[in-house]
């Protein structure tokens, strides 16, 4: 329905093929390995439909961010693994956004979102839009979308953040931290606008980027 509508960015929540599944009798079926074949209907889709999808998958020890479009496969490890989490993952040990046809992708993967580092590296490495996916539980949605709110404001970017439907409230922010869709607790299809000369205007009338002092922080 998405692509029926012209979308060309579509994004999905954290470990949406599989979820948290730790049942030792199902660890073959919720790991993938490369060339990772649980993502070979969504390389038909970027074939077909010439779009970019974002989500993230399980491979052993690592929860994998990744970008796929017609030209390949770009992975990203989540950075910062949560609680019980780190009996099961190890976090990733380096941050840099993923380059497309369609900018510089800011990927981080729901805990993530807690350490405004991790935007904030991606933002000065050239990253033009932020993309967050997430299993954020609904008791926390509050703190879920304050905290997409405040990535997107202080680092003026886009910000695409996609929750599971039982955590509910994703989001499209622009770059000026107005809020363009929100979806409910159920699940939902969100369309928002990716506008990066938004982002160069908010970047001009407020610079904060030129007037940071990171040689006293």
């Given at each position: 329905m998405a692509l029926a509508k012209g979308a060309k960015i579509l994004v999905f929540p954290e470990l949406?093929?599989?979820?948290?599944?730790?049942?030792?009798?199902?660890?073959?079926?919720?790991?993938?390995?490369?060339?990772?074949?649980?993502?070979?209907?969504?390389?038909?889709?970027?074939?077909?439909?010439?779009?970019l999808i974002i989500g993230s998958l399980r491979s052993e020890s690592q929860n994998l961010g990744f970008c796929l479009?017609?030209?390949?496969?770009?992975?990203?490890?989540?950075?910062?693994?949560?609680?019980?989490?780190?009996?099961?993952?190890?976090?990733?040990?380096?941050?840099?956004?993923?380059?497309?046809?369609?900018?510089?992708?800011?990927?981080?993967?729901?805990?993530?979102?807690?350490?405004?580092?991790?935007?904030?590296?991606?933002?000065?490495?050239?990253?033009?839009?932020?993309?967050?996916?997430?299993?954020?539980?609904?008791?926390?949605?509050?703190?879920w979308r304050t905290l997409c709110l405040a990535r997107a404001i202080e680092n003026q970017m886009p910000h695409l953040a996609c929750n599971w439907a039982q955590g509910g409230s994703s989001l499209i922010i622009n770059a000026m931290g107005e809020v363009l869709a929100e979806a409910g607790s159920d699940e939902a299809l969100i369309y928002g606008e990716v506008n990066l000369a938004e982002r160069d205007h908010a970047r001009h009338e407020i610079p904060c980027f030129f007037d940071r002092r990171p040689e006293i922080y």
């Open positions: 949406f093929l599989t979820g948290f599944c730790y049942e030792p009798s199902l660890q073959a079926t919720v790991n993938d390995f490369p060339p990772y074949p649980t993502l070979d209907p969504f390389r038909a889709l970027a074939q077909e439909h010439e779009c479009d017609s030209e390949g496969l770009e992975l990203r490890s989540k950075i910062h693994i949560f609680g019980p989490e780190k009996e099961h993952f190890k976090g990733g040990d380096f941050i840099s956004p993923v380059s497309t046809r369609w900018g510089m992708v800011g990927l981080q993967i729901c805990y993530d979102l807690r350490f405004p580092e991790v935007a904030r590296s991606l933002a000065l490495q050239g990253a033009d839009f932020l993309v967050t996916t997430a299993q954020f539980p609904a008791l926390r949605s509050h703190q």
